[in-house]
């Protein structure tokens, strides 16, 4: 068996740090993304009802945001 210097194992144990970090960090980013994006789009649903309200009616805006908030829930709240 091939012994490692302290020096070599240092080296190792630094890639290994970096290539862990490395591969979490586009994840972060990704989720922090998603959740800017869901929240934007949480505002655009309340705005898109408010309208449909306004032209159609309460009901008919209540039956629009079942079926789209049941989108919105799969995409950004199920866990």
Do not use: H
């Not at 091939?2 to 630094?14: D, I, K, T, Y």
């Not at 972060?28 to 408010?50: H, I, K, M, V």
């Amino acid at each position: 068996m091939r012994q490692f210097n302290p020096r070599r194992r240092l080296v190792v144990a630094a890639l290994v740090a970096a290539a862990t970090i490395g591969s979490a960090a586009p994840a972060q980013a990704a989720n922090g993304t998603a959740r800017a994006d869901c929240d934007s789009r949480l505002e655009q649903l309340e705005a898109r009802f408010r309208v449909i309200e306004e032209r159609r009616g309460y009901e008919a805006a209540t039956e629009w945001w079942q079926v789209r908030w049941q989108s919105y829930y799969k995409r950004c709240l199920q866990p």
